[in-house]
Each structure stands twice: as structure tokens, then as C-alpha cells.
């Protein structure tokens, strides 16, 4: 029954990075990496299919190994975050504080990905 869910799981993620991956506002990241774990865990075959792909290769091997994001990855994802995060504030325009709020969480994230992950070269 695990095993089942962990692969669902992986499944699930491997489907919406391929869509994130095709549409701008939809990061592919979070969801590559939920499929590793997803087939981790599920199935050992899977798992190594799905490490010895382009799309592992080019999305997620750098950061999980703990070498970085290419500059255009960190990027996409500071742009996808600015996106969403500026419809979430323009939505929130009669609500001052929560504005300010995702204001905050917006340059978080950014100062993450600036300063906290290695940019490796392309």
C-alpha cells in the first residue's frame, strides 16, 4: 500500500513538472522533486529511470548534489515567484497588510535564491 501511494506520488509530480516545465507560471521544480522522492521510495527501477533523465538532469542534479542552480533556473523561478506573488498582491489591493505581508515573503525569497543558492555555470 506504500508503495502504491510513493508512486502515485511520484507519478503526480513527474506530470506536473513536465506541464511546469511548458507553462511560465507553473514551476517545474517543487513537483521534480517530489517525484524523485515519490519513486524513491516507491520503486528502485523508477527511481534510477527517473535520476538518469534529461529532465533530473537539467532541473534538479545540481541543487540536490548541493552544487546549485544554473543562472537561468534561479531565473525562472525568482520570475515565477515575482508573478505569482504580484497577482496575490494586486488581488489583495484593499488589504494593505496582507500585501505588505506577501511583499516580505516575496523579497525573502528572492534574497534566497540571490545569495543562499550557489549559481553554478551553465
Same mark, same amino acid.
Given at each position: 500500500?506504500?508503495?502504491?501511494?510513493?508512486?502515485?506520488?511520484?507519478?503526480?509530480?513527474? +506530470?506536473?513538472?513536465?506541464?511546469?516545465?511548458?507553462?511560465?507560471?507553473?514551476?517545474?521544480?517543487?513537483?521534480?522533486?517530489? +517525484? +524523485?522522492?515519490?519513486?524513491?521510495?516507491?520503486?528502485?527501477?523508477?527511481?534510477?529511470?527517473?535520476?538518469?533523465?534529461?529532465?533530473?538532469?537539467?532541473?534538479?542534479?545540481?541543487?540536490?548534489?548541493? $552544487?546549485?542552480? &544554473?543562472?537561468?533556473?534561479? $531565473? $525562472?523561478?525568482?520570475?515565477?515567484? &515575482?508573478?505569482?506573488?504580484?497577482?496575490?498582491? %494586486?488581488?489583495?489591493?484593499?488589504?494593505? %497588510?496582507?500585501? +505588505?505581508?506577501?511583499?516580505?515573503? %516575496?523579497?525573502?525569497?528572492?534574497?534566497?535564491?540571490? %545569495?543562499?543558492?550557489?549559481?553554478?555555470?551553465?
Amino acid at each position: 500500500m506504500k508503495k502504491s501511494l510513493y508512486l502515485a506520488l511520484g507519478f503526480l509530480g513527474l +506530470a506536473l513538472g513536465f506541464v511546469g516545465a511548458a507553462v511560465p507560471l507553473l514551476p517545474a521544480f517543487p513537483f521534480l522533486v517530489l +517525484a +524523485a522522492f515519490g519513486f524513491g521510495r516507491g520503486s528502485q527501477r523508477l527511481h534510477a529511470w527517473f535520476i538518469n533523465s534529461a529532465l533530473y538532469r537539467h532541473n534538479l542534479e545540481g541543487f540536490l548534489k548541493g $552544487r546549485g542552480m &544554473t543562472r537561468g533556473a534561479k $531565473r $525562472r523561478v525568482i520570475l515565477t515567484v &515575482t508573478v505569482v506573488m504580484g497577482l496575490g498582491i %494586486w488581488f489583495m489591493r484593499n488589504i494593505p %497588510w496582507a500585501q +505588505a505581508l506577501l511583499g516580505l515573503i %516575496w523579497l525573502g525569497h528572492v534574497v534566497g535564491f540571490v %545569495w543562499g543558492v550557489k549559481t553554478v555555470g551553465e
